[in-house]
T-cell receptor
């Protein structure tokens, strides 16, 4: 079945540091890939997505590129801010059957001033 | 994208009781999903709810424990029945509009504590 393996945290960075959160997946067919963010005390928000190989999703300075050859969708940001402190979830939708989302375990990011 | 209103946002319940969570969507959607997020964990799909048919439950979840209603294309409820402390979690509903590339929208979640 579908699965998402995500770098486990917690991750603690200083403000303006470079961020990478690794995500790899296993899926049938050609899944769509997503990054969701959950700020403290809030629900999930879509951060970015990519629907086919070599697509790059980007939003709020975050980027992730759909790499079919390595089955990866790593999240990157060049300079993190304190306001980026949150839990980040990598997810996929294979489109096979019910179109449900399969999530990784989440990575908690803390950015310190 | 769709906007979801989920309520209650949080509740503290006595063991053995039941809680019904509601999700109202501002547009008609084909598929609605219910997830559980246990403390410090990722999201686990409970069931998929389609209008006009019975919900499809994932392994480990049963209708008697988590009955779901989907009376129309904009509304659904999830009931957590005969609660125990192990049911303490965040419960979220989610929708997709029917087009795969549109992504998914989540409700703000219901934080349930069972005492």
């Amino acid at each position: 079945g579908d699965s998402v393996t995500q770098m486990e945290g917690p991750v603690t960075l200083s403000e303006e540091a470079f961020l990478t959160i690794n995500c790899t997946y296993t899926a049938t067919g050609y899944p769509s890939l997503f990054w969701y963010v959950q700020y403290p005390g809030e629900g999930l928000q879509l951060l970015l997505k990519a629907t086919k190989a070599d697509d790059k999703g980007s939003n709020k300075g975050f980027e992730a590129t759909y790499r079919k050859e390595t089955t990866s969708f790593h999240l990157e940001k060049g300079s993190v801010q304190v306001s980026d402190s949150a839990v980040y979830f990598c997810a996929l939708s294979s489109g096979a059957g019910s179109y449900q989302l399969t999530f990784g375990k989440g990575t908690k990011l803390s950015v310190i001033p | 994208s769709a906007v979801i209103s989920q309520k209650p946002s949080r509740d503290i319940c006595q063991r053995g009781t039941s809680l019904t969570i509601q999700c109202q969507v501002d547009s008609q959607v084909t598929m609605m999903f219910w997830y559980r997020q246990q403390p410090g964990q990722s999201l686990t799909l409970i069931a998929t709810a389609n209008q006009g048919s019975e919900a499809t439950y994932e392994s480990g979840f049963v209708i008697d424990k988590f009955p779901i209603s989907r009376p129309n294309l904009t509304f659904s409820t999830l009931t957590v029945s005969n609660m125990s402390p192990e049911d303490s979690s965040i419960y979220l509903c989610s929708v997709r509009s029917g087009e795969r590339i549109s992504g998914y929208t989540f409700g703000s979640g219901t934080r349930l504590t069972v005492v």
